[in-house]
């Protein structure tokens, strides 16, 4: 048996209509396709994310792994398809419509893009915090309204211990490494305790020592309860803490992956590179 045969395999994927929606699904993502006017980024993608589960998304350069989580975060909306997500009262998979960042933050969905968006003279505190800072009670009139800081302090120290991390609140955000910064980048988004947070490239601009934090990251995020879905250019880094990956190219979704120990590298690359290619 090949290796490709001892895999646990689904390909053609994009030529499905309809997923079935697993009990474990909480995000389900069906026939969904992005045009840029003449250029076809995504096309017939349908993919579904179990719940607490750490999902990574491959491809190579232009594939549309930056579209499918821009899709998936509201930034862009998509050409076409449909998106559900598991509602956590009824448990059942609900239509929702991502045409906005706030759309998807509603839906539960938090996304930390490659740049992580922080403002770097300020604090850590404040990054935390950024655009959902809570003001103190008891002070009336808005020009008297004042930030409650230590607050803001305590929660950013517990957020960041959540992950693994102990930064001080009020350090400056531009003096801590890459990967202290993409733990603040990460600790915004779970204050609003979101059920899928995405990961894009959170290792790209990150140490060796400090890319094993990130994936360490990954992995508390995991045992709190969440659905991650990271995007890497390092395949080592799926193998070390995905449960599955999905592998676009050309904007399609070409195959999926368990990584239960039967997968390789070479597998990996094949399905990447179309040197394998599945009926
Ligand atoms: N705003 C845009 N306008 C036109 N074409 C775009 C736009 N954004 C992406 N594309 C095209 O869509 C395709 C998918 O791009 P995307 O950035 O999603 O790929 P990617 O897998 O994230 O690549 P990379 O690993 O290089 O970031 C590429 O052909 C790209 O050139």
Same mark, same amino acid.
């Given at each position: 048996?090949?290796?490709?045969?001892?895999?646990?395999?689904?390909?053609?994927?994009?030529?499905?209509?309809?997923?079935?929606?697993?009990?474990?699904?909480?995000?389900?993502?069906?026939?969904?396709?992005?045009?840029?006017?003449?250029?076809?980024?995504?096309?017939?993608?349908?993919?579904?994310?179990?719940?607490?589960?750490?999902?990574?998304?491959?491809?190579?350069?232009?594939?549309?792994?930056?579209?499918?989580?821009?899709?998936?975060?509201?930034?862009?909306?998509?050409?076409?398809?449909?998106?559900?997500?598991?509602?956590?009262?009824?448990?059942?998979?609900?239509?929702?419509?991502?045409?906005?960042?706030?759309?998807?933050?509603?839906? !539960?969905?938090?996304?930390? #893009?490659?740049?992580?968006? %922080?403002?770097?003279?300020? =604090? *850590? &505190?404040?990054? @935390?915090?950024?655009?959902?800072?809570?003001?103190?009670?008891?002070?009336?009139?808005?020009?008297?309204?004042?930030?409650?800081?230590?607050?803001?302090?305590?929660?950013?120290?517990?957020?960041?211990?959540?992950?693994?991390?102990?930064?001080?609140?009020?350090?400056?955000?531009?003096?801590?490494?890459?990967?202290?910064?993409?733990?603040?980048?990460?600790?915004?988004?779970?204050?609003?305790?979101?059920?899928?947070?995405?990961?894009?490239?959170?290792?790209?601009?990150?140490?060796?020592?400090?890319?094993?934090?990130?994936?360490?990251?990954?992995?508390?995020?995991?045992?709190? !309860?969440?659905?991650?879905? #990271?995007?890497?250019?390092? %395949?080592?880094?799926?193998? =070390? *803490? &995905?449960?599955? @990956?999905?592998?676009?190219?050309?904007?399609?979704?070409?195959?999926?992956?368990?990584?239960?120990?039967?997968?390789?590298?070479?597998?990996?690359?094949?399905?990447?590179?179309?040197?394998?290619?599945?009926?």
């Amino acid at each position: 048996m090949s290796k490709a045969d001892e895999s646990t395999v689904t390909s053609d994927l994009s030529a499905a209509t309809e997923q079935p929606a697993d009990d474990d699904t909480i995000l389900s993502v069906r026939n969904v396709s992005k045009h840029y006017g003449g250029v076809v980024a995504l096309e017939d993608v349908s993919l579904s994310i179990k719940e607490n589960e750490v999902l990574s998304i491959v491809g190579d350069n232009g594939a549309g792994k930056s579209t499918f989580i821009k899709l998936l975060s509201g930034v862009i909306p998509a050409t076409s398809g449909e998106f559900y997500m598991r509602d956590p009262e009824s448990h059942d998979l609900e239509q929702i419509v991502l045409e906005s960042p706030a759309m998807a933050k509603r839906a !539960g969905i938090e996304t930390v #893009f490659q740049d992580m968006s %922080l403002s770097f003279q300020h =604090d *850590v &505190a404040a990054n @935390v915090f950024m655009g959902r800072e809570p003001l103190k009670d008891g002070l009336s009139g808005k020009l008297f309204r004042r930030l409650d800081r230590e607050y803001m302090e305590q929660r950013s120290i517990e957020a960041l211990d959540e992950i693994g991390f102990e930064i001080d609140p009020n350090a400056i955000t531009e003096e801590l490494s890459g990967g202290q910064q993409q733990a603040i980048a990460v600790a915004r988004a779970l204050i609003s305790d979101p059920r899928v947070v995405i990961l894009d490239e959170p290792t790209a601009e990150v140490s060796v020592e400090g890319s094993q934090k990130i994936l360490d990251l990954i992995e508390e995020l995991q045992a709190s !309860g969440k659905t991650v879905i #990271f995007i890497t250019h390092n %395949l080592q880094e799926v193998f =070390d *803490v &995905a449960d599955r @990956v999905a592998v676009l190219r050309s904007g399609s979704l070409v195959a999926e992956l368990e990584n239960d120990g039967t997968i390789d590298r070479e597998e990996l690359v094949g399905h990447m590179t179309g040197a394998i290619q599945q009926e």
